[in-house]
């Protein structure tokens, strides 16, 4: 499979080379040159197989000959084994419309671990053939980092860099992330947002003189790898619901558009899903995006789920991108007017393709609270604010009654659990996989927020290209 990106200028590129890649260097994302689709008699065959086996025929048609088959196979085993759940994405029922998709059973607690723990076995797999270390740059709202932290220390040849907005975490993720002493694991803490941590990591791609110097790597849902792994949920949901003869929709919560993202295309590899619903909390530029066509940036609020609060949702382009006709240079005109204007008004194409299998809606905290409390009331079950946005939207959805609604569970409760406890008078458990997280030592590097600070961070620890460190010596 070829790769090409969003903004239509930038070279084709082979698997190996979009997963170690971070932003093409037009500014787009990379995206297969088209979708695989599997027949319904291909999909109902699936039923039934181990999340790993499912992982490596879902992921296949996308990796082609970069990796052998039963190599894959090793690589999905190995990333999933570290899971503390045999069905690793376990389905739970609410009542008779609504489901429960646990995401949450890996290292860190987040559903980010599912497309990261296989990422990293990815990149030292490509690695192995040679070439430049890798200089991974990331920004978090919390669970990235500490997912791509877990999945990366201690790995030869891959140094990383991550960026969080001071005191906008957990303190549990914080924890996660900082506590991890391994030498190739930096943290930093800025001033400012996650979009501005997030600008200057987009800023940091095309910086010529780093890309020049270092071989920068993404880790960010715009790495396609990552999204190719979350493809694998939806399938093994809809599978386990029947959804090639009944309708299934997924609800999820959304921040970088990366996830539900990954269910747009589960369905154009043929699933059979009736809606994907969007939700966001109050930070809700994709849902008056979905709307009312306005992609217009407000300011970020602060809220109970840290890793939706966010304005600017990077996978959006790649939605943008199918729905303009693949057309790459328009989308860059388009994308050109945004970065300008922090405004843009979608086209009528893309409102039309987005509004047949998506829907949007917005949960304030008042919502949040009240779905945690309605989880844990009426079916026992404590949910994390995240989870909880996504169960308000499918609850409020009107979709009718005979459509099965699978709520994407994507933090564990512990993860959250001030919130959880506020909501429900319960403090939900650590669970032991996470250990003695708050008897740990941190280590954490405090940089203002200025580009120039944290690029003159990262270029004095940073591992440089080969041919660099050569000249060097000559
Ligand atoms: C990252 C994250 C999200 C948002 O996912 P996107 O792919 O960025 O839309 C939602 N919930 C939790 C707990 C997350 O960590």
């Known amino acids: ?84 759940h045999a069905a690793i994405t376990p389905l739970k029922q609410f009542d008779e419309q609504h489901w429960l998709l646990e995401l949450f059973h890996g290292p860190t607690l987040a559903f980010k671990d599912i497309a990261m723990q296989l990422l990293g076995l990815l990149f030292e797999e490509l690695l192995a053939k040679g070439g430049d270390p890798l200089t991974i740059v990331g920004a978090t709202s919390g669970d990235t980092g500490s997912a791509a932290i877990d999945a990366v220390a201690g790995r030869e040849n891959i140094e990383i860099f991550m960026l969080h907005p001071r005191g906008r975490v957990s303190d549990v993720q914080r924890r996660q992330m900082t506590t991890v002493l391994a030498p190739n694991v930096h943290n930093i803490a800025i ?57 299934v929709a997924f609800s999820v919560p959304t921040g970088n558009f990366g996830d539900v993202f990954a269910g747009y295309v589960a369905a154009q590899m043929g699933l059979p899903i009736e809606k ?78 987005a509004s047949s299998l998506f829907v949007s809606a917005r949960a304030d905290g008042v919502d949040t609270l009240q779905a945690i409390r309605w989880a844990w009331e009426a079916c026992g079950e404590l949910i994390d604010p995240h989870t909880a946005i996504a169960l308000h939207a499918a609850r409020h959805s009107g979709l009718p009654r005979d ?46 927020g200025d580009y120039d600070s944290i690029a003159r961070y990262i270029a004095e620890h940073a591992f440089p290209r080969r041919s660099i460190r050569d000249s060097w010596r000559r």
């Open 1 to 84: 499979m070829r790769y090409i990106s969003t903004r239509g200028s930038a070279p084709e590129l082979d698997f190996a080379e979009a997963t170690l890649a971070g932003l093409a260097p037009d500014g787009g994302l990379y995206v297969p040159t088209e979708w695989p689709r599997f027949t319904p008699d291909e999909i109902a065959a699936f039923a039934g197989l181990p999340y790993a086996e499912l992982a490596q025929k879902i992921m296949q048609p996308f990796v082609g000959d970069a990796i052998a088959p039963e190599r894959l196979l090793e690589l999905t085993r190995t990333a999933y084994g570290r899971f503390a």
């Open 403 to 448: 459509v099965g609604i699978v709520t994407l569970a994507t933090a564990h409760p512990a993860k959250f659990r001030d919130s959880v406890e506020r909501a429900t008078g319960h403090r939900p458990l650590l669970p032991g996989r996470v250990g003695d997280l708050f008897e740990r030592a941190e280590r954490i590097v405090d940089l203002p």
């Open 191 to 247: 001033d400012g947002t996650f979009d501005d941590a997030q600008a200057m990591v987009k800023r940091m791609f095309n910086d010529p003189a780093m890309v020049a110097r270092f071989r920068l790597t993404a880790v960010n849902s715009i790495n396609w790898a990552r999204l190719m792994a979350q493809v694998v949920y939806y399938f093994a949901a809809g599978l386990q619901l029947g959804s090639l003869h009944r309708p």
């Open 276 to 353: 994907l619903i969007v939700a966001t909390n109050v930070n809700d530029i994709l849902h008056r995006a979905l709307t009312y066509g306005d992609y217009s940036v407000g300011q970020v609020t602060p809220t109970a789920a840290p890793s939706m609060d966010i304005q600017v949702s990077s996978n959006f382009e790649r939605l943008l991108f199918d729905l303009s006709g693949r057309d790459g240079l328009a989308l860059a005109a388009q994308m050109d007017g945004f970065e300008f204007s922090k405004r843009m008004q979608l086209t009528n194409a893309q409102r039309e393709g």
